[in-house]
């Protein structure tokens, strides 16, 4: 069975400052790995997502994650943090078994403070 | 619309009632998900359509909770005799092409549902 553990369920970080959320996982078979966005009283976004290849995955916003096999693990980083990034992040998790159900994290709240 | 869409947005409901919460999917999107999101929770998935072939009921946390897919459009969950336990907002998503590495979930807003 796959998980995904998230590191903090709150972060808080200056604007300008790095933004780092961590997300680790395990799966029985090579997985595919996504981050999602989700601001208030909104449905999530796709931030990026890794499925082969490239292992540093660039998405929006100017979000990246890198997957490392050794480490199990998908964080999710921006260089400089934006007041508009305040969000909740979670990360997913799925197994290429025919669909694509998702595994979700249980979220990190990002707060951003000016 | 261009996205998925949820109804309602929130439902206050007692104890004991029945309640249904709709999602319409992206045009097109042949695969069909529900997912559970507790307060302080990440998502639990529910149950999954694709095509006409038979749902993916795994997720379902008891036999109160049923939902139905007509053809490739609109979804209804359905909850039966609701306790406080199932307070959550539910989020409905949709997919293009599951199974292929670029396929992606798209979620609509959600319905916020409160069991009092």
């Known amino acids: 069975a796959q998980s995904v553990t998230q590191l903090g369920s709150h972060v808080s970080v200056s604007e300008g400052a790095l933004v780092l959320l961590r997300c680790n996982y395990s799966?029985?078979?090579?997985?595919?790995l996504f981050w999602y966005v989700q601001y208030p009283n909104q449905g999530l976004q796709l931030l990026l997502k890794?499925?082969?290849?490239?292992?540093l995955v660039k998405g929006i916003n100017g979000f990246e994650a890198e997957f490392k096999k050794s480490e199990t693990s998908f964080h999710l980083t921006k260089p400089s943090a934006h007041m508009s990034d305040a969000a909740e992040y979670f990360c997913?998790?799925?197994?290429?078994?025919?669909?694509?159900?998702?595994?979700f994290g249980k979220g990190t709240m990002l707060l951003v403070s000016p | 619309g261009a996205g998925v869409s949820q109804s309602p947005s929130n439902k206050v409901t007692e104890k004991g009632k029945d309640v249904e919460l709709r999602c319409d999917p992206i045009?097109?999107?042949?695969?069909l998900y529900w997912y559970r999101q507790r307060l302080g929770q990440g998502l639990e998935f529910l149950i999954y359509?694709?095509?006409?072939?038979?749902?993916?009921k795994s997720g379902l946390p008891s036999d109160r909770f049923s939902a139905e897919r007509t053809g490739e459009s609109v979804s209804t969950l359905t909850i039966q005799r609701t306790q406080q336990e199932d307070s959550a907002v539910y989020l409905c998503?949709?997919?293009?092409?599951?199974?292929?590495?670029?396929?992606?979930?798209?979620f609509g807003p959600g319905t916020r549902l409160t069991v009092l």
């Open positions: 359509f694709q095509g006409n072939s038979a749902p993916d």
């Open positions: 998503a949709s997919s293009l092409a599951p199974g292929v590495s670029t396929d992606t979930q798209y």
């Open positions: 799966s029985s078979v090579p997985p595919y």
């Open positions: 045009s097109g999107h042949t695969a």
């Open positions: 997913a998790v799925s197994e290429d078994s025919g669909y694509s159900t998702l595994t």
């Open positions: 890794y499925t082969t290849g490239a292992t």
